[in-house]
């Protein structure tokens, strides 16, 4: 099996986790779409403007679902080496 195809398979498994993980730390497509704008703006634009403190609470929530799904992408791979390799 080519590589490529290897990971699309495990990315699609991972998948639904990933999505109730962004449910969790999130509670919706608000929260997430706020979140990803304060991971990209800078941080001490943030700061004047007011929004410090949810610029940091957001870039949180954001870490936290990136490593969170790079360990379930993670965790579906070494099971799958497990069950079938």
């Known amino acids: 099996m080519p590589d490529w195809?290897?990971?699309t398979l495990v990315v699609l498994a991972s998948s639904p986790v990933i999505f109730v993980i962004g449910w969790a730390v999130f509670d919706d497509?608000?929260?997430?779409?706020?979140?990803?704008?304060?991971?990209?703006?800078p941080d001490i634009v943030s700061w004047f403007d007011g929004?410090?403190?949810?610029?940091?609470?957001?870039?949180?929530?954001?870490?936290?679902f990136l490593l969170c799904s790079?360990?379930?992408v993670f965790g579906v791979?070494?099971?799958a080496?497990?069950?079938?390799?």
């Open 51 to 64: 929004t410090g403190w949810d610029d940091i609470t957001s870039e949180w929530k954001m870490l936290a």
């Open 5 to 7: 195809l290897y990971w």
């Open 81 to 85: 080496q497990w069950l079938f390799f």
């Open 29 to 41: 497509w608000d929260g997430f779409k706020e979140a990803v704008w304060f991971w990209l703006k």
């Open 70 to 72: 790079a360990g379930s």
């Open 77 to 79: 791979h070494m099971l």
